[in-house]
């Protein structure tokens, strides 16, 4: 991939190459003076977008989004929607993903039994601090603090939605021991907790792991569901019986 793409998040770069190819075969079009139906043009425009994000190696199933978007758009407008509708899907995409498009980390939830087998990684008679990166609903939160109510529990959370849920989950729960805070991650002290718990994807492993090694005191534990850290084996595994067969990576700092 050219070295100027490559700090730009793929969504932004899939947009960028179909404003090219939808620009280069409306420049062809009007310059051969071609008549094409709107539904050959989409199409052409589809195929050389797709075949843009391939050259520019995007992962694959970018070529598809890029085939079918223009085609897509097309079709719903002949729908005749009210625009409204767009506007309120829209905002609530927004507020459930917020910047899921540049962080690469959409919600998705953390089974129950995930939630059961990290019981057993956290200590069991005295006090500790847990948080969890990116805490989504607060289901991990809320169902530690209930099974664990030794524990003090933390979640951090980017999205208005999810964040909004989780907080009203607890006030409405009655977990006393159980705070979320809106903003990144990134801003977290990790010094500060016993038990860091992350369930992201692997864009952010890499990053992190070195904030995990510069904060985290010696003896805290680290766990990542499902996504490992490249070049860093855990020093063990715990597979979940789930849905995905999810396995806990785990690391004593
Ligand atoms: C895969 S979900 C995991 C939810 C929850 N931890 C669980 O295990 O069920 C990841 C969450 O991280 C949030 N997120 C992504 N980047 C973040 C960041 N930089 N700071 C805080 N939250 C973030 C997303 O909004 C999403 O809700």
């Not at 969504?11 to 190819?21: E, W, Y």
């Not at 190696?57 to 970018?62: E, F, H, N, S, T």
């Not at 952010?204 to 766990?223: D, G, Y």
Request: glycine fraction near 4%; charge should be neutral.
């Amino acid at each position: 991939m050219p070295s100027a793409l490559k700090s730009l998040p793929p969504a932004i770069i899939a947009l960028l190459l179909q404003v090219a190819a939808f620009t280069a075969v409306l420049f062809v079009v009007r310059l051969f003076q071609f008549q094409l139906a709107p539904i050959v043009f989409v199409l052409l425009c589809g195929l050389l977008a797709a075949t843009l994000s391939h050259l520019v190696k995007q992962a694959r199933w970018w070529l598809y989004i890029q085939l079918a978007f223009l085609p897509s758009m097309l079709l719903v407008y002949s729908l005749d929607i009210p625009p409204t509708l767009f506007l309120v899907a829209f905002v609530i995409m927004l507020v459930v993903y917020w910047s899921a498009f540049r962080t690469q980390v959409p919600l998705y939830l953390s089974s129950n039994k995930v939630w059961q087998a990290l019981e057993t990684q956290l200590p069991a008679n005295q006090s500790f601090t847990f948080i969890d990166l990116g805490s989504g609903l607060g289901g991990v939160l809320t169902h530690l603090a209930k099974t664990h109510p030794h524990g003090h529990y933390h979640g951090v959370e980017y999205a208005p939605l999810p964040f909004v849920w989780s907080w009203l989950r607890i006030k409405l729960g009655k977990h006393k021991n159980c705070t979320v805070q809106w903003g990144s991650m990134w801003d977290s002290d990790l010094s500060q907790y016993d038990v860091v718990f992350a369930y992201l994807s692997p864009v952010p492993m890499e990053r992190l792991w070195h904030k995990a090694r510069a904060e985290m005191q010696t003896e805290s534990v680290f766990i990542s569901n499902t996504f490992a850290v490249p070049d860093h084996p855990p020093q063990s595994t715990l597979t979940v019986e789930d849905l995905h067969t999810s396995t806990l990576y785990i690391w004593k700092m």
